[in-house]
């Protein structure tokens, strides 16, 4: 079983639509938690962090949930900028961080 | 604004020659990092260094090797490539106390012919 698991999508989405991508974690010593976004063919770039009482910025929410060893994101009012691969991170100390393997975003017109 | 420079876009390279992969970082950050990305792989950690000349071993350091003499610039060594190298490689820094936020170069695509 891998360490941090993402459905791979894609995710077909029309604009406006909202969109929950999912990722579990299988250590539950788990410090940190992440979203990172990847364009295609360019580098991760943090997104947001997620808190244990949640996040939200902008029409971004990130959620954890400990007991059941998820994070969530939520995209509202979905643009055709958001298609991208959204990259899941679980941080276990000071330098390990887990990538999960991402989960791709197509907004359509 | 943060930034991470590779040395290189693309990198064609036949099996058994040596190559060096640069990234250079002008954020004073303590941490660098060098990740492997393949198709339904994710990112996967080669080696890190938290200081000059230090450097700790990741999860696929097989056939890889670093360098670190100073602190903006950590280099990654694959001894003898190998096709199974043929990747996308990106490197990435980070200050001590954000590990979580992380700034990636550009990455390099490497094919190992």
């Known amino acids: 079983r891998k360490e941090v698991e993402q459905d791979p999508g894609p995710f077909n989405v029309p604009e406006g639509a909202t969109v929950a991508f999912n990722c579990t974690y299988s250590n539950s010593a788990s410090q940190s938690f992440f979203w990172y976004r990847q364009d295609c063919r360019k580098e991760p770039k943090l997104l947001m962090s997620v808190y244990s009482s949640g996040n939200e910025d902008g029409r971004f929410t990130a959620q954890l949930n400990r007991a059941s060893q998820y994070i969530s994101l939520l995209i509202r009012d979905s643009k055709l900028s958001d298609s991208a691969t959204y990259l899941c991170?679980?941080?276990?100390?000071?330098?390990?961080?887990?990538f999960g393997s991402g989960t791709r975003l197509l907004v359509r017109p | 604004d943060v930034k991470v420079t590779q040395s290189s876009r693309y990198l064609v390279k036949r099996t058994g020659e040596k190559v060096f992969l640069e990234c250079v970082q002008d954020?004073?950050?303590?941490?660098m990092f060098w990740y492997r990305q393949d198709p339904g792989l994710g990112l996967r950690l080669i080696y890190f260094?938290?200081?000059?000349?230090?450097?700790e071993k990741g999860d696929i350091p097989e056939g890889y090797s670093v360098s670190r003499e100073k602190k903006e610039r950590f280099s990654l060594i694959l001894e003898s490539a190998s096709t199974n190298q043929t990747s996308m490689y990106l490197c990435a820094s980070s200050s001590p106390d954000y590990t979580g936020t992380q700034y990636f170069g550009p990455g390099t695509r490497l094919l190992v012919l």
């Open positions: 260094s938290y200081d000059v000349k230090m450097k």
């Open positions: 954020m004073d950050h303590e941490n």
């Open positions: 991170v679980v941080i276990y100390s000071s330098y390990k961080l887990i």
